[in-house]
């Protein structure tokens, strides 16, 4: 009886741990390629396609509605905007963005 309470509870443990994916002994070898895919789903996101994240001037906080082509406040929180860093590299050194219309 001893016995089968050792294969039951070997059976279970190993069950469970196939269940959480089982990956103890994985490695690391693709880590960079998977931190590669990570940054380029984050830019992806279809929840940062609006004006919150997009525009020239951007609320810290990317509250829905903000953001502006001209320095000034957050009109939900009130929080000053910030220069927004991916909108300056989304156009090139001639002031066009680069659907081709210029600034």
Do not use: W
């Amino acid at each position: 009886m001893k016995q089968f309470q050792i294969i039951l509870i070997g059976l279970a443990l190993s069950a469970f741990i196939a269940a959480c994916g089982g990956n103890a002994g994985h490695s690391h070898e693709n880590s960079g390629a998977a931190a590669d895919q990570n940054t380029e789903a984050q830019t992806q996101n279809p929840d940062e396609q609006g004006p919150e994240y997009t525009s020239a001037y951007i609320c810290p906080m990317h509250c829905e509605g903000s953001g502006s082509d001209k320095p000034g406040a957050c009109p939900v929180c009130g929080m000053d905007y910030v220069v927004n860093e991916n909108a300056a590299k989304d156009s090139d050194a001639h002031g066009h963005d680069h659907d081709g219309h210029s600034h």
